[in-house]
């Protein structure tokens, strides 16, 4: 069974930094593709960024480009997300999500999610 478990969230203000993390298990990890996600209250959930099975690859959604970089270390079963110059628009709930293809945006599974607040 597949999980997926988040860490790093937690409240900053505007211009800072944060670090998430996302342990992964029950899957061989470098055969999958990593990515994250995020939900604001009352909006639909929304693609951030993804990286392929050895890191080769990334994308990201234009609302980050520049400011967030998604890495992943595949001898820890963990990807990243390393964010600065964060906005309060980027407060949301940010989910880890892992498929066995890379390239659509389009994820399988899924973890719980970790909050982060950003304040003006």
């Known amino acids: 069974q597949v999980h997926l478990v988040e860490s790093g969230g937690g409240a900053v203000r505007a211009g800072g930094s944060l670090r998430l993390s996302c342990a992964a298990s029950g899957l061989a990890f470098s055969n999958y593709a990593m990515g994250w996600f995020r939900q604001a209250p009352g909006k639909e959930r929304e693609f951030v960024a993804a990286?392929?099975?050895?890191?080769?690859?990334?994308d990201y959604a234009d609302s980050v480009k520049g400011r967030c970089t998604i890495s992943r270390d595949n001898a820890k079963n963990t990807v990243y997300l390393q964010m600065s110059s964060l906005k309060p628009e980027d407060t949301a709930v940010y989910f880890c999500?892992?498929?066995?293809?890379?390239?659509?945006?389009?994820?399988?599974?899924w973890g719980q999610g970790t909050q982060v607040t950003v304040s003006s």
């Open positions: 990286i392929s099975y050895r890191g080769r690859l990334t």
């Open positions: 999500a892992a498929d066995s293809s890379y390239g659509s945006r389009r994820f399988g599974y």
